[in-house]
């Protein structure tokens, strides 16, 4: 069964860092692009980065260029997000979710996690 | 950039109605749209890709259809467990820009 794993959210203070996981299982993970979502309280979705399935290219939402970072280890089949300079807006659930194209990234959002929850707040 | 805009963004119908939800995009995206269904709490789910294509264990009362800018999700006949709200996305050009969401609810 494909399943995907988030962790890493919490309660943090504006300017502070935090790194989510997403630990990916039932598929062979080297072999898909794999995104981030967010969803704040009572909104809708934003997609929030991209990498592809090599972690050789990646994408970011003009909202979070410069702050966050997209990576991912192929070998522990997890894909993370460092979260820097949190500001309030950052405040959301936070999904990871894999694309649904063998090894191309600009793919529709197949397999979603539960989500993890970030609080960025003094 | 391109975006995403869906209509309406809520709207009551009743169990058996056909329901109809369009998404708009501001550019021609050929066929490069998804449909989510995201119920309260829950992660949001994979109803249809590439405009009109089913995703596997998907009721075929759920269809799309659409190209370049205009697209349209359709419930045949809207049943109890439908009860959610519904997000487009396009997922090309380096861009994966998701529509504000359609909610669903029962008149």
């Known amino acids: 069964e494909v399943q995907l794993v988030e962790s890493g959210g919490g309660l943090v203070r504006p300017g502070e860092s935090l790194r989510l996981s997403c630990a990916a299982s039932g598929f062979t993970f080297y072999n898909y692009g794999m995104n981030w979502v967010r969803q704040a309280p009572g909104t809708g979705l934003e997609w929030v980065s991209t990498i592809s399935d090599s972690g050789g290219r990646t994408y970011y939402a003009d909202s979070v260029k410069g702050r966050f970072t997209i990576s991912r280890d192929n070998s522990k089949n997890t894909l993370y997000l460092q979260m820097n300079n949190l500001r309030a807006e950052d405040t959301a659930v936070y999904y990871c979710?894999?694309?649904?194209?063998?090894?191309?990234?600009?793919?529709?959002?197949?397999?979603w996690g539960q989500g993890t929850v970030v609080t960025v707040s003094s | 950039d391109i975006q995403m805009t869906q209509s309406p963004s809520s709207l009551s119908a009743s169990v058996g109605d056909r329901v109809t939800i369009t998404c708009r995009a501001s550019?021609?995206?050929?066929?490069?749209l998804a449909w989510f269904q995201q119920k309260p709490g829950r992660a949001p789910k994979l109803l249809i890709y590439?405009?009109?294509t089913l995703e596997s264990g998907v009721p075929s009362r759920f269809s799309g259809s659409g190209s370049g800018t205009d697209f349209t999700l359709t419930i045949s006949s809207l049943q109890p467990e439908d009860i959610a709200t519904y997000y487009c996305?396009?997922?090309?050009?380096?861009?994966?820009?998701f529509g504000q969401g359609t909610k669903v609810e029962f008149k």
């Open positions: 590439t405009a009109s």
């Open positions: 550019h021609d995206i050929a066929k490069y």
């Open positions: 979710a894999k694309g649904k194209y063998y090894q191309d990234e600009e793919s529709p959002f197949h397999i």
């Open positions: 996305q396009k997922y090309s050009s380096a861009l994966w820009t």
